[in-house]
């Protein structure tokens, strides 16, 4: 405990001897003693000194012990007073004590050792007390301490779980009313979590969702496997597009954004999916705005150049033709002026529906702007004359169609349209661009408006001429036979030695103008418009009536093939045709061949085997024109029920310059004879030729070497004959 040097008492005793008694006394066991001699002295003392004790007597002048008691218990309760007093009245020391005073002596006193004792006690009580107090104090500022720190931790963990509890009802409330769903799945699709908000683009609940696969939601496994190895191998994916399969079937475009989380085999992914229907929607509004012409509703300029290229580069690779007919309507503009334009627009609407009706789904009509239409015509064959007359035909139905009158808000009119044709491309490998077409197509649009309107013009002279001949040669081709410009040739097929075994059928056109036209350029006229079904039937007929009529001679041809074409052999009902035909006639069959070509037999391969077969019930035989040229595998020659691989006349013709094709002739040779099929050559021209073929197994031939194709009467005197002799 803190000391002074020496403890200090206070006595206050207006007896003076009293006073010195207990200075003598108390300075023995080292205390400082101050005096005063009345109460109000003491007290003025007591505020100065600071006495660890006080010694106060009852009765004095001026301000009496009580006083001095009650004072001190005010101001200094914890210091000591004992009262020396010698009024020996009881009320009085009670009343001390009831003040204050710790102890109360009685004057005079005998025996000293009594007033230090009680004086060391009060000393040692106000000590314990004194310790007590600070101890107590020194307690309760470590309560307060402690409290005050438990209070912060206590406030900050109120306030970290208010926060909790306000984050978590943040994101319950933000879980629950998204307007995405928000989703934790397994590695193995499982979900464990989802959103209600599920149930906002969809029929499904939380619950239906809820610890169920994916695949229910994306049944496209691929997009699902796709999914799942982007997030196995990023780590994340975002706006990935996914469709949501609805209870209902329908889909819902979906943007997927998640993130894989953990290690494979526990991973967890967490993401949100959000319906982009509407997205979707508009994306297909602003790419409709860009590709098509708001009045009509047709592809615009932009679109047209789009398909226009990736028609050209199909040109490119495959070698086929296309053509591009650009529409401007006569004095349009008159009708706009006059009119106005509310009937304009309507007119321009009808138009674009005239355009598109029956329009092949490979084609495009497109409306530039104006009174300018323009359709593309993709895939019109690998031969440019016939694409030309099939864009002429085309070019003259919309003429047609478009000059029909319309009926628009009470006015009746009436609309020509001048139209330019551009082929693509312009020559055999040309290398246009499709603003380069369209060019052309423009030019030859203004060529047709030169040349008095309602006009259709090709944009090359070469072009154009070509499509003028095979018209003409087409109406033309529609009298030849009533006209009796038709008439059949016949080629004799031989063995080495010249006898002759056969002979090919080859329709002539005999044209009263024009002199001969090769069936080379009519026959593909013939197939293209149909006509080939009468002329084919009018040269079956004929050429089996020849039959008859050789075999009624006594001079039969032992075989007598007849080239059939891909459009004749269609028909539902040709054997049904040729039945009748031999039944007419009377022919035999089993002197009736058909030439058939690769192309024909592999197209629609079940159906063309069975009507094959339905030929070779008849007793006729059956063989590949032109065989090498298309692209027949063994695998399907052996399914078919074929008599004679005809070599073709290309391969014979190179023989001698050029080794490859000696080796597919002699190739073609072992082939026929390992499938048991008779093997014939053509275009047979020279010794070499014809050595060549012998040794290599060959047993028939047709060619110059022989003989060319002859009319009847010659070929009846050669048959007479029964061999032909070669030219030298
Ligand atoms: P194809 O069926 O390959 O007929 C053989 C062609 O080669 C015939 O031409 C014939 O005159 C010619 N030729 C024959 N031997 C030789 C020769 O040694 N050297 C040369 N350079 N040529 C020879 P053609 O008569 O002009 O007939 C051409 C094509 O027209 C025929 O080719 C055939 O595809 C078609 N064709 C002819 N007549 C008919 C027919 O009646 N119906 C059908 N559908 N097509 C026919
Ligand atoms: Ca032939
Ligand atoms: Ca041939």
Known sequence: MEHRQNPVILTIDDEENIRDSFRLFLEDFDYRVVEARNGREGLQLFEREQPDLVLCDLRMPEVDGLEVLATLKEQAPETPIIVVSGTGVIGDAVEAIRLGAWNYLLKPIQDMSVLIHAINQAMERARLIKENRAYQEHLEAEVARRTEALQKVVGELNSSHRQLQEKEEKYRSIFENLQDVYFEMQEDGLVTEVSPSVSHFSCYRREDVLRRDISQLFPRQKNREDLLTRLKNSGSVTDYEIYLQDKDGTMVPCSLNARYQGNSGTAKICGTLRDISERKQAEARIEHLAYFDALTELPNRRLLLDRLEQNLSRAHRYGHYGAMLFLDLDRFKNINDSLGHPVGDALLKEVSKRMTQDMRAEDTVSRLGGDEFVLLLSELGDDPGNAAVQAQHKAEQLQVRLAEKYHIMGHELHVTPSIGVAMFPSAEGAKESGND???????????????????????????????????????????????????????????????????????????????????????????????????????????????????????????????????????????????????ETGAEPSQLGLELTEGMVIDNIAETIEKMQGLKQLGIELSIDDFGTGYSSLAYLKRMPLDVLKIDQSFVRDIESDPNDAAIVETIIAMANHLDLKVIAEGVETEFELDFLKTKGCKSYQGYLFSRPLPKTEFDTLLKAGTVKRKD
């Open 437 to 583: 077409i369209l060019r052309h197509a423009d030019t030859a649009m203004y060529r047709a408006k030169e040349e008095g309107r309602d006009t259709i013009r090709f944009f090359l002279p070469s072009m154009q001429s070509a499509a003028d001949d095979r018209l003409a040669i087409e109406k033309e081709l529609r009298y030849a036979l009533e006209r009796n410009q038709l008439s059949l040739y016949f080629q004799p097929q031989v063995n080495a030695d010249g006898v002759i075994l056969g002979a090919e059928t080859l329709a002539r056109w005999q044209h009263p103008e024009k002199g001969f036209i090769s069936p080379a350029t009519f026959i593909p006229v013939a197939e293209a418009t149909g006509l080939i079904l009468p002329i084919g039937e009018w040269i079956l007929r004929l050429a089996c009536r020849c039959l008859k009529s050789w075999a009624d001679q006594g001079t039969p041809v032992p075989h007598l093939a007849v080239n059939v074409s891909p459009r004749q052999f269609r028909q539902p009902d040709f054997i049904q045709q040729i039945c009748s035909i031999l039944d």
